[in-house]
């Protein structure tokens, strides 16, 4: 079975542009989740998405957003770049939303905002 | 928001050498989960502990959930070069799935 993917691996934006991501979770996963992994704040939940509907949401601005579509892909939005959202931003899918569902991470796509 | 403190930050030792990390908060957490990231790499689930004083065991690796479900300890006997990688714990609270991640300890085993 194929793990999670992420596209793209790596990003080069500058300050103002708007960024989109895109997670694809293992088959069958129907539960999508974001983070954010920075060296000083470590990893910070974004969001998560369970049938196309968001149902946690971390302490972001605004400018961050995302949606799940149909097949439990995801994509997540960030407009406005500044150069402080520079991250690893990962993804992790599970079957269900549950608080002891094992979730598997993709390899992430590392953004840096110039 | 739940916190969780991770020690030592950094750990540096020579293969066989044993060695323990910690992860502590002040608040309750239903289950508690171990990850290893390495370079390059999103993090990998190692294992997850539920009750409280729990003990699990993965071939070198220890686990331990403390009795009131507040701390956790990661003991690794024998270390060897592949347990390079940042070990990351991470709380699931009552109300919701998210994890909460501490920032993690970054170990490097050297031959």
């Known amino acids: 079975k194929a793990g999670v993917t992420q596209t793209p691996r790596y990003l080069i934006k500058t300050r103002g542009q708007q960024v989109t991501l895109s997670c694809s979770p293992i088959?069958?996963?129907?539960?999508v989740s974001w983070y954010q992994q920075t060296p000083g704040q470590g990893l910070q939940f974004l969001f998560e998405?369970?049938?196309?509907?968001?149902?946690n949401k971390g302490n972001f601005p605004g400018r961050f957003s995302g949606r799940q579509f149909s097949n439990s892909r995801s994509e997540m939005n960030v407009s406005t770049l500044e150069l402080g959202d520079s991250a690893l931003y990962l993804c992790?899918?599970?079957?269900?939303?549950?608080?002891?569902?094992?979730?598997?991470f993709g390899p992430g796509t590392r953004l840096l905002v110039l | 928001t739940q916190l969780l403190e991770q020690s030592p930050q950094f750990l540096s030792i020579q293969e066989g050498e044993n060695l323990t990390v910690y992860c502590n908060s002040s608040?309750?957490?239903?289950?508690l989960q171990w990850y290893r990231q390495e370079p390059g790499e999103g993090p990998v689930l190692l294992v997850t502990?539920?009750?409280?004083?729990e003990v699990k065991k993965l071939k070198r690796l220890t686990f331990q959930f403390g009795d009131a479900r507040k701390d956790s300890s990661l003991h690794i006997t024998a270390a060897q070069p592949g347990d390079t990688g940042l070990y990351l714990c991470?709380?699931?609270?009552?109300?919701?799935?998210?994890?909460?991640f501490g920032k993690g300890t970054s170990l490097l085993v050297t031959p």
């Open positions: 992790a899918s599970s079957f269900s939303p549950s608080g002891q569902e094992t979730q598997y």
């Open positions: 088959s069958g996963h129907r539960s």
């Open positions: 998405y369970f049938s196309e509907t968001q149902r």
């Open positions: 608040s309750v957490f239903s289950s």
């Open positions: 502990v539920v009750t409280g004083g």
């Open positions: 991470a709380g699931g609270g009552r109300s919701g799935y998210a994890l909460n």
